[in-house]
């Protein structure tokens, strides 16, 4: 069972992988479940036997039966309903209509990045729910934003989903695939260019 302060170390390993179960021509599966302190895990398969099957792809999976529901829903739903998630839905809707990202895609790398958590700061200095570094919050700050320090400012909500959400729209337009501009976000813009 996890500790309240090791959520990010189950979240970290499998970013890439849920990010990547987004992108176009993924035909992934991505399993996950919420444990006892309200922590959402995911990872690509069956990690052991707390873990349900969340999302699958039609074309892997086959179509869905009208009305039936399994215990994928259950994580699905905690995720729009969990007070820490839904908090945040005004905000990720606002991105996402102001910056042209979904905002699905939104919730699911605050999911992974930080668990929800305004105040998660990684071991690198990336700071609030996804995760930016102070450069790379003032690289993609408004002109208003860079008056206020970047580790006091992306501490705020609101203006870390928004320059995530600037940060997202930029690498997508710059690799021109979802699947790569998340890498690039995962793993680093070099390490994708030298990746090829």
């Known amino acids: 069972m996890s500790r309240p302060g090791s959520r ?3 979240l970290r ?27 959402a895990h995911f990872a690509p398969r069956a990690v052991d036997a707390r873990y349900r099957l969340v999302h699958a792809d039609e074309a892997a999976s086959g179509p869905r039966v009208p009305g039936k529901r399994d215990g994928a829903d259950a994580l699905l739903t905690w995720m729009e309903i969990a ?44 700071i609030g729910l996804m995760q930016i570094t102070a450069v790379t919050g003032d690289r993609y700050a408004s002109a208003t934003e860079r008056r206020q320090p970047a580790a ?30 998340l890498a690039a976000w995962n793993a680093g813009e070099g390490t994708v260019r030298r990746a090829g």
Do not use: Q
């Open 152 to 181: 006091e400012r992306l501490r705020d909500a609101r203006t870390n989903i928004h320059t995530g959400a600037r940060m997202l729209a930029d690498l997508t337009r710059r690799y021109g695939r979802i699947d790569l501009a």
């Open 13 to 39: 390993p499998v970013a890439l992988s849920l990010m990547l179960a987004w992108g176009p021509a993924a035909h992934a599966e991505l399993w996950g479940f919420v444990d006892a302190y309200g922590v």
């Open 83 to 126: 007070p820490e998630a839904k908090a945040l839905v005004p905000w990720v809707r606002e991105a996402a209509r102001t910056h042209g990202v979904d905002a699905e895609l939104l919730t699911a790398i605050i999911a992974v990045e930080s668990g929800f958590r305004r105040d998660a700061v990684s071991p690198r200095g990336a």
């Open 8 to 10: 990010l170390l189950h």
